[in-house]
């Protein structure tokens, strides 16, 4: 009786461990980076005339607490393992209001992301609920947009050769074929693919309270934000990251694009 | 089903909203497929417009026209007719306000700047510039912006025909794969710009996201024979002007204002060779001529016209007559007529002269005579145009009646201008060339050293290598149909210049020495 | 002891499941087999009452969305330290509720749902409702989870972000919802007077 017993035990832990319930390990998983503690980098600070934006102090304030990323973002075959283990997020049974009719349209079927696009290249075409569900499944969660932020800005070295590549991203159709993640050189984080493969989702993209009208300047009668402020941007020849600002601020956590995936965070583990 | 949600909308082609849902006022979104251009949800009715119209019409109102036109009731619906550049919907023959549907598609897609230099445009309804829209004063327009699922960027639209918001930037942020859908009603009659408003803006601008919106007075336009649609963009690459291959955008030329390329319709030669403007003498030609930017004014001139009419910055009840060059602002316009008289080809021009000549911002106009039907010379081939500038062939010269001999300044300023409209776009206004393309003309040793050769040259054209100061250039120079005195003129003006050898060129030479046929280089 | 073992040892298989219920993320409902003929039709792929996330009302009640199903909806997104819009938002909401007719007043819910997980409990809530005389009958006051607060803003597509201090800055949306949960109409902003939602409310009240 007792050896069965046992088997039980043993198997639900297991379980419990491969359906990433149950932390494993101390120390930094090697698929993530870690990024210290650090002042975010703010595009948007309070005051001036500048460029539209409403909403609070651009984050400005507190630092942003050591965390760590994902390396790579999320690519079609880990989102496979995912939709396996939880079909209800499969294309075919997933309501609308959690993925728009877009929702993994290039896929084969619901749980074979076929050939056509290297199973190691970013999944896109996901909305932020399906991102948000796969990084909880793993214990994880969408990095905030400070810590996205903060790890593309990379500590901050070679901006303008980093601008350039971002501009030259934009200037390149969608319609290319994606490449697989991880190629070309880690950024001084060791993170890859923060900018020129896809755009990602973050935890809270939907705090960026811009006005869509971008050229204004917004201030403290605009109707339609509570509390908003005028902002002016840190840098307003920046355009690579204004482009940022304005594509979060387009989506609705349902939306899918061709060019939209993600990656995952979480807090630093405990010494 | 109106308001953000819906999210199947398009679809399924809105089938499952619930009847007699109306579209609403304000802004809805929807996933946008490739279908939905096609297919229009034709059950969409406007019960809400109705009865705020209703409403409104029962309201005091003042008599300035647009607040008349903020409460006229509209009659019926229709979508709307668009159309690329340069041409124009029809104009209008309704004599009532109506809801117009206007479907506008954003495509990011590549095409050529210039020979061998390709850019990614990002474009409403596929081409620079974006689609000529034409209603009426007091128009209701649903507008629909769709942005294409393959494309990367979000976009809006910010119409300076609508009163309101951002005029519309507000209600139209779309996402690559999704639409927006927001109404206006067209309070004032002219033409407007209407370009994208996303930050930064200057960069959706630079890369081909304007148009032209034409809201019709009540009474319309006075008529002409023929509409054309012309509008003028900066555009700032990370090459140089010529530089082969896909260009980026430079984000600190455009800041400095540094264009590369300053062009009509799009691209150089948009609206130059067989593209053409096409017009008979007698007909009144009107041009829509608008200047999306984003930073460039434009001095808008048509060499060898003078505009009968232009109502200036787009409005449509002052009128200035007799105009030679008119100032077009950035995100600004004009409707500018004239009547042709004599056959020809007119230049259009941006008067800052090294924009035309240098950086493509250059049209034509080509004038038929009669029944005659102008056969232009086989040597005016597109492969030689040059994204500088154009050389100019007048191949129908009035007749030259005697004139008296032409004092010294007179054949200099006459030569100056032939040298400008003919010779600079390759030897450029400084005499300096292109190293590698086209031999100066400053100093040059192989002009300066025998005059009988520099005419022959001139008028019969140059194929195969020289060498000028030393280098050497392989390229063709065409033959010029040029007068005696044309020719003498921009040779006196060019031996007098740059430090040349100051000869003088008579027409009489000219006419002794013309070269019977094509020039080899090693006469 | 063997017995005490074989219960650990279900429990340990169960737990990780049952851990996990709290976060499990929304998903569809929608083919779920109807046992009971008297159960409700399934909902709408479009409906925000596909979330699971739990919630407390101003009684201290645990709730679903979904159990605002049956009747049409007009909610918002506020907080109760907000002194700038959020009272304006509260008063289009009243205006709303007094433009129906008394029949359509009594078929409706009027939703409040606070950003401040902190401040906002259940009993800040009900002290809120009472000084602004609003009739628990109809007047619905939400307390949740961040993750809880967060999925609802993502869902109508309201934007906020938490400033140092506590405060909430945020877009100013009122939206309506039919019986079953799919938003019909949202009216962004303060300015216009909301003659367009209470109109639909009372439509969707018959």
């Known amino acids: ?271 | 089903m109106g308001g953000f949600w819906d999210p199947r909308a398009g679809y399924d082609g809105g089938h499952n909203r619930p009847a007699g849902e109306p579209a609403k006022v304000g802004q809805s979104s929807h996933v946008f497929n490739e279908e939905d251009g096609a297919a229009m949800p034709g059950h969409r009715r406007d019960l809400p417009m109705w009865i705020a119209a209703l409403m409104l019409s029962f309201a005091a109102v003042a008599t300035a026209a647009p607040d008349q036109n903020a409460v006229e009731p509209t009659e019926g619906e229709e979508r709307a007719v668009l159309t690329d550049a340069p041409m124009v919907p029809p104009p209008i023959t309704r004599t009532h306000a109506t809801k117009v549907v206007v479907r506008l598609e954003v495509v990011e897609t590549e095409m050529t700047i210039a020979e061998g230099v390709r850019y990614t445009f990002w474009t409403f309804g596929g081409k620079v510039p974006g689609k000529f829209i034409r209603i009426r004063e007091g128009d209701l327009v649903e507008f629909h912006l769709d942005n294409h699922p393959n494309n990367k960027m979000p976009h809006n639209i910010d119409l300076h025909a609508v009163t309101g918001p951002g005029g519309g930037a507000a209600s139209s942020l779309s996402a690559p794969g999704h639409s927006s859908v927001f109404s206006f009603k067209a309070l004032n009659p002219g033409l407007y710009v209407y370009h994208c408003a996303t930050a930064p803006v200057a960069m959706h601008v630079a890369n081909g996201m304007y148009g032209l919106i034409l809201v019709e007075p009540k009474d319309g336009l006075p008529k002409v024979d023929r509409e054309y649609y012309v509008m003028q963009g900066d555009l700032y690459t990370k090459g140089p002007n010529g530089q082969p291959g896909l260009q980026p955008f430079s984000m600190v030329k455009a800041i400095d204002e540094r264009p590369e390329y300053v062009v009509f319709n799009g691209a150089v030669g948009a609206v130059a060779g067989d593209k053409a403007l096409q017009a008979r003498i007698g007909e009144t030609v009107r041009l829509y001529f608008g200047v999306g930017g984003p930073n460039l004014t434009s001095s808008f001139h048509v060499i060898g016209e003078i505009f009968d009419r232009v109502w200036p910055e787009g409005n449509t009840s002052v009128v200035s007559q007799n105009v030679q060059t008119t100032m077009v602002p950035a995100g600004g316009a004009a409707i500018i007529d004239f009547k042709v008289e004599v056959p020809g080809t007119y230049i259009l021009v941006d008067h800052s002269l090294t924009r035309a000549f240098n950086k493509g911002a250059l049209g034509m106009l080509k004038v038929e005579g009669g029944d005659n039907k102008i056969v232009y010379s086989g040597k005016i081939t597109d492969e030689v145009y040059q994204p500088e500038g154009s050389r100019i062939r007048v191949t129908d010269l009035p007749p030259q009646a005697a004139r008296p001999a032409l004092t010294k300044k007179q054949l200099l300023d006459r030569g100056r201008s032939v040298y400008t409209t003919n010779c600079a776009a390759c030897h450029q206004a400084t005499g300096h060339g292109i190293p590698k393309a086209f031999p100066p003309l400053a100093r040059s040793d192989y002009l300066n050293a025998d005059k009988v050769r520099a005419i022959r040259t001139v008028t019969g054209g140059l194929q195969g290598s020289v060498t000028v100061n030393g280098e050497k250039y392989n390229g063709v120079m065409p033959a010029w149909t040029l007068s005696d005195e044309d020719v003498a003129a921009v040779l006196t003006y060019v031996y007098g210049s740059w430090g040349n050898s100051a000869k003088e060129v008579s027409a009489q030479e000219v006419k002794t020495h013309r070269a019977k046929s094509s020039a080899k280089a090693s006469e | 002891m063997t017995r005490m073992v074989v219960v650990l040892a279900m429990a340990l298989a169960v737990l990780p499941g049952a851990a996990r219920a709290k976060d499990e993320p929304p998903h569809s409902h929608g083919d779920h087999q109807s046992l009971d003929v008297d159960r409700p039709a399934p909902l709408s792929g479009s409906s925000i009452y596909q979330s699971d996330r739990e919630w407390t009302d101003m009684e201290g009640q645990r709730v679903r969305l979904r159990s605002l199903r049956g009747r049409p909806v007009a909610l918002a997104m506020v907080y109760t330290h907000c002194t700038t819009a959020c009272p304006l938002i509260l008063a289009n909401l009243q205006l709303i509720e007094s433009a129906l007719s008394p029949e359509a007043r009594e078929r409706v819910w009027l939703v409040l749902a606070s950003f401040d997980t902190e401040r906002d409990r259940p009993a800040v809530l009900k002290k809120f409702a009472a000084a602004h005389d609003l009739e628990p009958a109809r007047w619905r006051l939400f307390h949740g989870g961040r993750a809880a607060v967060r999925e609802l803003a993502m869902m109508l597509g309201v934007r906020y972000k938490q400033k140092a201090g506590g405060d909430f800055d945020h877009s100013n949306v009122i939206t309506i919802l039919d019986r079953d949960g799919v938003v019909r109409h949202q009216q962004a902003g303060l300015g216009p007077t909301p003659t367009e939602p209470a109109a639909l409310l009372e439509r969707l009240a018959r």
């Open chain 1, 1 to 271: 009786m007792k050896p069965a017993v046992a088997l039980i035990a043993v198997t639900a832990a297991a379980i419990a461990m491969a359906t990433g319930t149950v932390a494993v390990g101390a120390a930094a998983p090697e698929d993530m980076a870690l990024v210290p503690a650090g002042p975010p980098a703010a595009f948007f600070v309070p005051g001036g005339s500048g460029v539209a934006a409403a909403g609070a102090d651009g984050g400005a304030s507190a630092d942003v607490p050591a965390f760590l990323i994902d390396r790579r973002p999320v690519t079609r075959r880990q989102f496979a393992e995912f939709l396996r283990r939880r079909p209800e997020w499969s294309r075919s049974r997933v309501a609308a209001v959690l993925a728009d009719a877009h929702y993994l349209e290039d896929w084969a079927s619901d749980f074979d992301a076929g050939a056509r696009v290297p199973p190691d290249a970013p999944v896109t075409r996901v909305s932020w609920f399906a991102a948000n569900a796969y990084c909880q499944w793993r214990g994880k969660e969408l990095p905030t947009v400070d810590q996205w932020e903060r790890a593309a800005a990379g500590g901050g070295k070679d901006t303008a050769a980093t601008r350039d590549r971002i501009l030259r991203w934009y200037s390149q159709p969608a319609t290319e074929p994606l490449g697989v993640v991880g190629r070309g050189a880690p950024n001084a984080y060791g993170v890859y693919d923060l900018h020129g493969l896809i755009w990602e989702w973050t935890l809270d993209f939907n705090s960026t309270l811009i006005s869509t009208e971008s050229r204004d300047p917004g201030g403290k009668d605009d109707p339609l934000f509570c509390g908003s402020g005028s902002l002016s941007a840190v840098d307003p020849s920046d355009y690579a990251t204004f482009m940022r600002y304005a594509l979060r601020n387009s989506l609705r956590a349902n939306y899918t694009t061709s060019r939209l995936g993600f990656r995952c965070a979480r807090e630093p583990d405990q010494p």
